[in-house]
């Protein structure tokens, strides 16, 4: 597609069950970032992914956050047992990235997450 | 470590009035400089970027945004603001020595009064 897809826009899910969201990149983009933003808050890395090389995981906030990427394309950000702080806007970027890379990222319309 | 002040909470302009938003930036090596808009329930979408070269640099939207190595800033700008301008501005950086993750600003949030 043209730009960063992000699905479900919105997610409601109860505390304690697991949930999955999707960020599929814009083609040939290497370079992939999962950040999460509360509500009219700044923007926290969780996680970043470039080429073949082991992702960057130093922004997931404990250990029931993981991510993939499958392919070297499409991203799956896994919260497990969701709690309430969980509740934030998820969103994906990509980048023409690498060491150095001075381009800029395209972001997502996001995935709103709410845990009840 | 790299890292992105943005002082100001909130800034508020009179329609047709010049309009800044301040950012300053900590890296180790040189930095990749970029400004951010969010509208409400939107993604973030580019605005202007610094690499290398003239320290003024123009985006989208008639913002502007200049790099002052010396005072290790990056201020956005733009002659007369407009009611539409209001949004959320991220400031954002990449440090040449890591390249990996940008790490953006708190945000600024622009109120265009008309």
């Known amino acids: 597609g043209a730009g960063v897809s992000q699905s479900p826009s919105n997610k409601v899910t109860e505390k304690g069950k697991d949930v999955e969201l999707r960020c599929d990149p814009i083609s040939g983009h290497t370079a992939l970032y999962w950040y999460r933003q509360s509500l009219g808050q700044g923007l926290e890395f969780l996680i970043y992914f470039q080429g073949n090389s082991a992702p960057d995981k130093s922004g997931l906030p404990s250990d029931r956050f993981s991510a993939e990427r499958t392919g070297g394309s499409v991203s799956t950000l896994t919260i497990q047992r969701t709690q309430q702080e969980d509740s934030a806007v998820y969103l994906c970027?990509?980048?023409?990235?690498?060491?150095?890379?001075?381009?800029?990222?395209?972001f997502g319309q996001g995935t709103r997450l709410t845990v009840v | 470590a790299q890292s992105v002040a943005q002082p100001e909470d909130q800034v508020n302009v009179a329609e047709g009035n010049p309009l800044t938003v301040k950012c300053t930036y900590s890296?180790?090596?040189?930095?990749?400089l970029f400004w951010y808009v969010q509208y409400p329930n939107r993604g973030l979408q580019f605005l202007l970027k610094y690499i290398t070269g003239d320290n003024l640099v123009k985006g989208s939207y008639g913002f502007e945004a200049e790099f002052n190595k010396s005072q290790t800033s990056f201020h956005l700008k733009k002659p007369s603001a407009l009611v539409s301008d209001s949004a959320l501005y991220f400031c954002a950086v990449r440090d040449t020595n890591y390249g990996q993750n940008f790490v953006f600003g708190p945000g600024t949030r622009l109120s265009v009064l008309p």
């Open positions: 970027a990509s980048s023409l990235g690498g060491l150095g890379a001075n381009t800029e990222a395209f």
């Open positions: 890296v180790s090596g040189n930095p990749y």
